[in-house]
């Protein structure tokens, strides 16, 4: 009974925190979560990509938030290198260090992508992933998985892999365990319990994940992965198709003042993470608007895959056609072409005329 207490009694300090946290956040917030939320929901009913396209476009990012994710770290990896190197390809101008948590990312994050319905969100799945994330990194061979033993600050990173400053002081190595502990436990919780806007509780939960900075190296690295599994686990699941990790490298100095200024009212009488949530939210929604223009006509050689951009260029030279006039100029098999009528016509590229075999197409 005496330890159900005391659970009891930290959960509710840990809501009577987020609820402080939270009490000062603009009325503008709740309109911008409505609009990511109509967004999800127009690539919930309209995706309807061909699988080889996804799995393009899902490759593609896996390349783009590696390079990304360890830019913002430091690391001066391209993602045409970062290409190259999962390709096999040596690429001996960088160190073994950039080339070794690049590639630790890329296959975490693809593990992530690929098997997130499956995964579940806790403290020992937080340490597999720290694990993973740095298994190739020779120097943090000693305490992959293990929460920091040492103090650590954050620092915030220029362009050149440089410290230019200490962003704010981390919590103490020996009050880390129980921190994390009572962070997992809590946003489970609320998770459950479905009362806030998981947008609320992802924000929270990295804010505070980055406060705690619960290891020794790869905290901010892991924040990013763990954003994809949430909002993945949240119902977005466009996150593999736009990358999260590039759009926080392109507003580098706004992602540290937002940390900075929000973190430092954490602990304080007057709790306020407004700037931080303004921040994430802006993100995710410009990654929602993103993921929804893979979607317009004006992106429609994006999202076909060779075959289908073949087609596609045929109907754009020809007045009128026909699935047979189609397979036998571009010598693509007709149920390709079929399948490729069927996209392009829910995409609103093209228009049909006539039904069965006397139907024709054409460009609208």
Excluded at 115 to 122: E, G, I, P
Excluded at 278 to 288: A, E, G, I, R, T
């Amino acid at each position: 009974m005496l330890k159900n207490k005391k659970n009891s009694t930290k959960n509710g300090s840990t809501l009577n925190n987020f609820s402080k946290r939270i009490a000062n956040i603009p009325a503008g917030f709740v309109s911008r979560i409505a609009k990511i939320d109509e967004l999800k929901g127009q690539w919930t009913t309209g995706a309807r990509l061909n699988p080889q396209v996804l799995g393009r476009l899902k490759r593609s990012v896996l390349i783009t938030s590696t390079g990304a994710s360890t830019r913002i770290e430091g690391a001066r990896l391209s993602d045409e290198d970062i290409e190259k190197m999962m390709r096999g390809i040596n690429i001996q101008k960088f160190t073994n260090r950039d080339k070794q948590e690049a590639r630790g990312y890329y296959e975490l994050l693809e593990n992530i992508f690929n098997s997130w319905k499956s995964l579940k969100f806790n403290e020992s799945a937080i340490k597999h992933c720290h694990q993973e994330l740095l298994k190739y990194v020779d120097k943090d061979e000693k305490h992959r998985g293990e929460y920091k033993k040492s103090e650590n600050r954050v620092h915030m990173i220029d362009e050149a892999g440089q410290s230019v400053g200490i962003l704010f002081d981390t919590t103490p190595a020996y009050l880390t365990p129980g921190k994390m502990r009572d962070l997992v436990e809590w946003t489970k919780k609320i998770f459950d319990e479905n009362k806030y806007h998981p947008l609320l509780v992802i924000g929270n939960f990295l804010v505070e994940f980055l406060k705690i900075h619960p290891f020794t190296d790869g905290n901010g690295r892991l924040s990013r992965v763990l954003t994809n599994l949430l909002l993945l686990q949240a119902g977005y699941v466009y996150i593999p198709y736009v990358s999260h990790e590039k759009l926080v490298e392109d507003n580098k100095p706004d992602y540290y003042i937002a940390l900075r200024r929000s973190q430092k009212t954490m602990g304080a009488k007057k709790e306020d993470i407004a700037d931080w949530l303004d921040f994430f939210l802006n993100m995710v929604l410009k990654q929602s608007q993103m993921a929804i223009e893979l979607l317009s006509k004006e992106n429609i050689e994006k999202i076909l895959s060779q075959k289908q951009l073949t087609v596609w260029q045929y109907i754009e030279k020809t007045k009128e056609t026909s699935t047979g006039d189609i397979a036998e100029n571009t010598k693509i098999p007709r149920p390709t072409v079929k399948q490729t009528l069927d996209a392009l016509l829910k995409l609103k590229k093209i228009e049909r005329i006539g039904l069965g075999r006397s139907a024709r197409y054409r460009k609208i």
